[in-house]
Each structure stands twice: as C-alpha cells, then as structure tokens.
C-alpha cells in the first residue's frame, strides 16, 4: 500500500524538528524507519487513530546564507508540497507572522492541498491566546503546540488523520492480480524508453491509469500472458539550484514508489558502472523487502567479444560482492534488445518472491546443513518458513544468543542455493526453542 504524506512545512528555527522528534518518539505505534532518506532520518513511517502515514520533516535543508534564505525556504517549500498529501505549516507564537510565513501560506494556498496550521513553542496558557493573529495568514484555524512538552501535539495528529485521503485511493484492489514493477534509477539512464519499448512492441493491452499517485506514471500491460503494472517515476516538475533539497525529495519519491511495487527494476548505464546512487538504491529495495532485477543499459553502444558479457558482469559484482543473488540483464532500450527477457526476469522474481517452501523439504534441509567452522555447539532444531513477499524463515536453535552474523550468511546462502531463491531479499531469524515456539509450528 502506497502510503499518504504529510510533511512539515515552516521557515528556519520555529520548532519543525523539536515537533518531528516529539511526535515520532510518542507514538501510539512507530513501524519502522525509512531506509535511504538523506540525513539524520527525516522520514518515518507513523500510524495514530488507526491511519498510517509518512510524515516528514523538512528541517536541515536551508542554504545558511542569510542572502539565499528565503529563496532557499521558498524553493524548499515548493518541492515538499509537490509529494504532500496533507501540509502542517508551523509558525512560531514568540515572533508572530513573518513576511517569509507569510510567502509560504501563499504557495500552500496556491497548491490547494490540505493543511493543518500548527502554532509552535506554546508552552504554557500565557501565550496560548496570543495564536489569533495568525488567522490572518489564511490557513484556517490555529492549533496551540508545543514540541518541547507535547503539549496539543494529539489533537494536531487528529486533525491530520481527518484530512488524510481515504485508504481505498491508496490499497490496491485485491482482485487485482497485476505484478507491479518499478523503474527506479538516476536521470536520463533509460527508463522511460524501457516503457516505450514495451508498450511498442510487447503489449496485448495497454491503459495508463488514471488517478494514481501524483509522484508516477503508470503503464498497465500484458507481456508474456501475465497483466502487470510499469511505474515510472516521475522527475521532480521543475528544477532547483539547491541540490541537497533535490537529492532528498527524490528519495522520498523513490521511497514510495517502493512502496508500490512487487519488484524494483534498477536501470544503470553501462558505461558509468555502478555507482554509490545505484549501490544505495539496492539497500533501499532490500530494506523495503521487494524483489529485484539490475537492468545494464545501452549495451549496444559497447564493443564485445565472447568475453564482453562475462566481464562486465564480474564488474557490477565485484562492486557488490554479497549482492550477487540478483540478476543482471544487459539491454538495450533504444532497440528494444533484451528488454523482453528484463520483464520476464522480473516476473521469475516475483515467482520466488511469493514461493512457499514446504516445511517437510525445509526440515530435510535442516537435517542436511553441514557444521561450518566456528559455529561452536550451535544445534538447529527445525526450520518454519512464516512469511512470503519477501520469503521468511525462523530457525529454532537451541541458543539464539550464540548465532553470530557469519552464521546466519552461511545460512542464507546454503538456503538459497539450496531451493534457488534468487532476486529477492530474505528474512532469517534464529529463535530459541521454547515450548511456545513448538505450538506455534504444529
């Protein structure tokens, strides 16, 4: 499920991060942090009331010249309303309105998204009644808040939920049975004409969809008998000189198409190799716990021998060396060469994404696992896998404290090779045998 936005919004100093930390350190539950945002992780996952949403801070990412300050701020506020759902303004009760507050009411006004405007550093009932002038900047009604002591942090949140747009414009249908795969990858390497090429020659059906995420574009074809969906991310609409904003607002719309999608295609461009950007995009993907295919673009532009191929493959991996259980294809966009057997790579992927090894081979496997060195008196009792998308697998050990990390990679690759689960990330736990756990298996 794609999740909704909300993204703090305000000019420097008026209390978003102390806010941010307030609310994410007291939630009613916190599920996880967002892998690849840049910088002191000002993204998080969140749920209160039952909703969840992404909620981000915008803080830290200001130029400090006081000559580019405003700029900056405006030019800030501009890319973080582009990815909102909904928009919580903070303004500061101690300095009253400002002119750069002031300017921002009138972008937020502008975009029509929705928006909660939150009055900051109200710590006591003394200043609390000093929050009318702010209806003057046109945002509706001021909310009292204080970061520091959380004081109206939860009636805030509850505003937010209500202006949260409902959860049927973000869950996909469950009759929908189209894989859903992501184009991610830097600018200009391809990815688009990945898509066209698609839906120029290998198409039974195509529709773009309507109504979905402002971040994407959507593709829905039929290649190889099987319906899925291409999502293309979307630049941001319009450039910037503040390259830190750009860098992280890209992030965050990689993020959610993640969120998207079965399996991530990343597209690099031979001639650059792979790059720390490709590097981190991979541990996003695994982070996210989605499939994964590495398309190695304009392959018709190198010269090759019988040796072409090999080589530059042993090139990517040797650049990631324990990422060698997902697969390169070698295409060519422009033409169309290979790019066929890219999708049908990615929907093999799929496959061992959502496959369920049977608890009778698992065990036998269990049985068959030779001793590695320095695993001491580690002793496997059994093995369940509890999960699919991505696969999952808990290890019932007599005592889960003594598993070290080599152990666990000696695991994870014997377990791969062993039923060929390729292309996907894996979940391994080591758990103590208890009585509970033995229930919990019959």
Not at 285 to 309: F, P
Request: aromatic fraction near 6%; charge should be negative; proline fraction near 4%.
């Amino acid at each position: 499920m794609d999740l909704p936005v909300v993204t703090i919004i305000g000019r420097p100093n008026v209390g978003k991060s102390t806010l941010f930390n307030r609310i994410i350190r007291k939630p009613l539950a916190i599920t996880d942090d967002r892998p690849g945002v840049t910088r002191d992780r000002n993204a998080h996952e969140f749920e209160w009331n039952g909703r969840s949403f992404l909620l981000v801070d915008t803080g830290g990412y200001v130029i400090s010249s006081k000559d580019f300050m405003e700029q900056a701020v405006s030019e800030q506020s501009r890319l973080a309303l582009e990815d909102s759902d909904v928009v919580l303004f903070i303004a500061d009760v101690k300095t009253g309105i400002t002119d750069l507050d002031s300017d921002i009411a009138k972008l937020i006004l502008k975009s029509g998204k929705p928006v909660v405007l939150g009055i900051a550093k109200v710590d006591n009932n003394r200043t609390e009644s000093e929050i009318y002038g702010f209806y003057n900047l046109g945002l509706g009604e001021p909310m009292p808040i204080s970061g520091k002591t959380g004081r109206g942090s939860g009636d805030l949140l509850d505003c937010i939920v209500e202006l949260l747009p409902t959860e049927e414009e973000f869950e996909r249908d469950e009759e929908d049975t189209a894989v859903r795969i992501a184009l991610i990858g830097r600018p200009n390497v391809g990815k688009s004409s990945i898509v066209n090429s698609i839906t120029g020659t290998n198409t039974v059906l195509v529709t773009d969809i309507a109504g979905t995420t402002r971040d994407a574009i959507d593709t829905r074809v039929t290649v190889s008998g099987q319906e899925i969906v291409l999502i293309d991310t979307a630049g941001l609409k319009r450039a910037t000189k503040l390259k830190e904003s750009l860098e992280y607002y890209s992030s965050l719309r990689t993020l959610r198409t993640l969120d998207r999608c079965d399996v991530a295609i990343i597209v690099i461009d031979i001639d650059d190799g792979l790059t720390s950007y490709e590097k981190r995009l991979i541990s996003d993907v695994e982070s996210a716990g989605k499939g994964l295919v590495l398309a190695a673009n304009k392959w018709d532009l190198i010269e090759k021998d019988t040796n072409t191929l090999k080589k530059y493959q042993t090139e990517i991996f040797d650049e990631i060396p324990d990422k060698a259980v997902y697969p390169v294809v070698f295409i060519s966009a422009k033409h169309g060469q290979r790019v066929k057997k890219l999708i049908d790579k990615a929907l093999e992927v799929n496959e061992v994404r959502n496959n369920r090894v049977q608890t009778s081979a698992l065990n036998r496997f269990v049985e068959d696992l030779p001793r590695p060195p320095g695993s001491g008196d580690i002793i496997i009792y059994y093995a369940t896998q509890y999960d699919v998308a991505p696969p999952s697998f808990a290890f019932i050990v007599n005592d889960d404290r003594r598993v070290k990390e080599n152990f666990i990679r000696f695991v994870e690759g014997r377990l791969r090779s062993k039923f060929n689960i390729m292309g996907t990330p894996v979940n391994i736990s080591f758990k103590r045998r208890t009585r509970k756990s033995d229930e919990e298996t019959k």
